[in-house]
């Protein structure tokens, strides 16, 4: 295959399930990332999953020397770009700092990907660009209206690819909004690995299944949903990991740019996800209901025909499978001797 792929903040919760998935359809992939939320012992686990060395290299993207010489170095044909911090509270309490790294960062590795002659790229982008839409199931038509300074750095950040590939046809960008991803690798090695208290709901779930908080908040009952808690579109990993390499494959074969959501279809409130994990887990999981969550929207959920039609995308996992690998990999991590 002509050329390797580089996965800037390829050792975190998507990246690293993408490696896998790119690996096994033959891609050589290299891992650059500066371990900001994620450890380098990623990539042990990723090589002991695979029975391969894994190449990683340690660096920032507003480190425009470090990148360049990673373009010397390797025939890079496509990058996917995961790096970038995705905390909405931190955010909120520094603007700045967000901005610096998410688009500071993707201004920086485009400069260098040019420098280089290296073109394609695809771009994690987010749901929560729609903030509170008009419209569920949404489709990537609807307008632009996030909440915070994360979700308005992702917008900021596709606004840039939009005017660079209007400048110049030569580029051509998969940018992937993503909804709710959950769930982790069957082996047990690689998941969602928070350094702190988690904000999102499934990872919540998966830390008082397994006894390190007492019980869930439920952010609100009184939503306009079949059972008043928030509904999400909750999609697996592997699935979405699947959906990086057919974006890839797509830009590689096409040269043609895309943008398109990747999501299940179907929402799902904050009670399916404590019933489902609770199955899981085989125990009830304690919940408490507490205030809404300010700032929360009461459903998301996305239309799935574009990614359809336009990459052949559609999901095979169901929640089910979400947290049955959810409850795997915390219960393996469990037994991790991790530095
Ligand atoms: P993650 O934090 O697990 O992975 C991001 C990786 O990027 C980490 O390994 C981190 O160390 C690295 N990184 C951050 N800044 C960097 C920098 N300046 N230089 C080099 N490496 C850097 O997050 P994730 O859940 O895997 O998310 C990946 C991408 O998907 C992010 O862009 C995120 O905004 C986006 N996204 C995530 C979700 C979600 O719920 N997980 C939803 C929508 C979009
Ligand atoms: N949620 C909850 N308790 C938690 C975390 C989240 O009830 O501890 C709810 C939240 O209000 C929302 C849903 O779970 O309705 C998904 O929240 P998450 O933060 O995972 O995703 P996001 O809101 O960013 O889509």
Excluded at 312 to 338: I, Y
């Amino acid at each position: 295959m002509a050329g390797k792929i580089l996965l800037a903040g390829g050792a975190g919760y998507i990246g690293s399930h993408t490696y896998l998935a790119l690996v096994a359809a033959g891609f050589e992939v290299i891992i650059f990332d500066n371990f900001v939320n994620s450890h380098p012992s990623v990539t042990e686990r990723l090589a002991e999953i695979n029975g391969a060395p894994v190449t990683c290299v340690t660096g920032d993207v507003r480190d425009s020397a470090a990148l360049d010489r990673l373009f010397a170095q390797h025939d890079i044909a496509a990058v996917v770009h995961f790096a970038a911090l995705k905390s909405v509270a931190d955010s909120v309490k520094d603007p700045l700092g967000y901005l610096d790294n998410n688009l500071g960062g993707l201004v920086t590795l485009l400069a260098a990907m040019d420098r280089a002659g290296c073109r394609n790229l695809v771009f994690s982008s987010s749901a929560t660009v729609y903030g509170i839409p008009d419209e569920t199931p949404t489709p990537e038509t609807a307008e632009h209206r996030a909440m915070n300074p994360y979700g308005r750095s992702k917008i900021m950040c596709e606004e840039v690819l939009e005017e660079l590939a209007a400048a110049d046809a030569g580029w051509a960008f998969g940018i992937l909004r993503y909804f709710n991803p959950a769930g982790a690798h069957p082996s047990g090695l690689i998941g969602e690995d928070p350094k702190d208290v988690p904000n999102n709901l499934m990872p919540f779930v998966a830390k008082v299944a397994i006894g390190e908080i007492a019980q869930i908040k439920v952010f609100g009952n009184d939503y306009p949903t079949p059972d008043g808690t928030g509904v999400r579109d909750y999609i697996h990993v592997e699935d979405l990991a699947r959906g990086h390499l057919l974006s890839l494959q797509s830009l590689l074969s096409t040269g043609q740019g895309h943008l398109v959501n990747l999501g299940t279809g179907k929402g799902q409130s904050v009670l399916d996800v404590i019933d489902a994990y609770s199955a899981a887990c085989g125990q009830d999981l304690p919940f408490v209901f507490e205030a809404r969550r300010p700032g929360d929207v009461p459903i998301y959920c996305a239309q799935t025909d574009l990614a359809k039609s336009v990459l052949g995308f559609e999901t095979e996992k169901s929640l089910a499978d979400m947290c049955e690998s959810s409850w795997h990999w915390v219960t393996s991590q469990a037994h991790l001797t991790r530095p």
